[in-house]
């Protein structure tokens, strides 16, 4: 593409804006119309001719077109402009609207699908998770785990499991999940062991589930990876705790089983101390504790085996309010 045909694509302003939100995120038409809040069919022409043009490209999934930006895909003109259109979008504050809609979108996006996957799993979640974490994270807990009568506040709470490793310990269980169809596997483990200290909530953790100081303990087990920002997350769960409070973050170490992002929609490839301990210490929390669980191979039904990675359990304090 010649420049001058690559400056008349640009010159429009609905292309600007479309361009560089697919440069931030892969989106379909119905995202980008709710981000922009223009018409689909007038977003739909505009991607059409930034497509022609081999700004953006298009995947198919099922159904659904998304669009994304793939730098390493421009033509030579169009990555030597790159540097200089990604510095405008920076320094102009008109694009903000669109931003404030696009995090909107995003988390929409996160909580639907993400619901719709755990209420389908929740009924083989037990079996599932004994696959994956054996009994090592329990160990790895309670010998973390401070005296009785505090409030523990288990963030993804799954099933259950950690209802029944607490049991009547805590004074108060405050109990969060996104999925409904897991807090009611939850709440019948609950019954099922006469557990009268427990709350349940159905929220997600990137929607403030704590009130401020509100936990002594809180544990985000196995949660982290499903979220595109789990350093929101860790700063969002510190404002629950109490100053002194404890915050315990079991999850994988860095690895490259790719079927855990394709089967169990995992997010994140897992996480290295390095980076547990720097979006800790941003969120306030001081690390004061690491252990390494080894991972495992789990036998498939034919007859092959798949490997569970080396995890970890992290244990931290409060020592501040989270920055910012």
Known sequence: ??????????????????????????????????????????????????????????????????????????????RVLWPSLEQSWEDDSTFAPDDRRLEAVLSARHT???????????????????????EAIGRAILRAFL????????????????????????????AVDHSETMLEL???????RNLSNVEFRLA??????????????????????HFERPERVLANLARGLQPGGILIANDFLEHQEL??????????????RDRMAAWLADAGLELVGWEVNPG???PLENGLKTRIPDAFTSVARRSRGPKG
Do not use: C
């Open 186 to 192: 939850a709440r019948e483990k609950a019954r099922a």
């Open 204 to 225: 997600d953790a990137e929607d403030t589930p704590l009130k401020e100081g509100e936990a002594d303990v809180v544990t985000v087990i196995q949660v982290l990876h």
């Open 259 to 272: 079927w855990l992002r394709k089967e169990l929609k995992h997010h994140w490839l897992g996480f290295s």
């Open 1 to 78: 593409m010649e420049m001058t045909r690559l400056f008349r694509v640009l010159s429009d302003a609905t292309r600007f804006r479309l361009l560089r939100l697919l440069t931030r995120e892969e989106l379909t038409v119905n995202e980008l119309a709710e981000a922009t809040q223009l018409a689909q069919p007038r977003i739909s022409n505009h991607l059409k001719i930034l497509r022609e043009e081999d700004l953006i490209d298009e995947r198919r999934e099922g159904s659904w077109r998304y669009y994304r930006v793939e730098r390493e895909k421009l033509s030579p003109p169009a």
């Open 112 to 134: 639907r699908s993400s619901s719709q996957f755990f209420d389908e799993l929740a009924h083989r979640w037990d079996a599932l998770r004994q696959d994956l974490l054996g």
């Open 147 to 174: 005296p009785e009568g505090l409030v523990v506040a288990d963030i993804g709470t799954g099933t259950g499991y950690v209802l029944e490793l607490f049991g009547n310990r805590p004074r108060k269980l405050i």
């Open 296 to 298: 495992h191979a789990v």
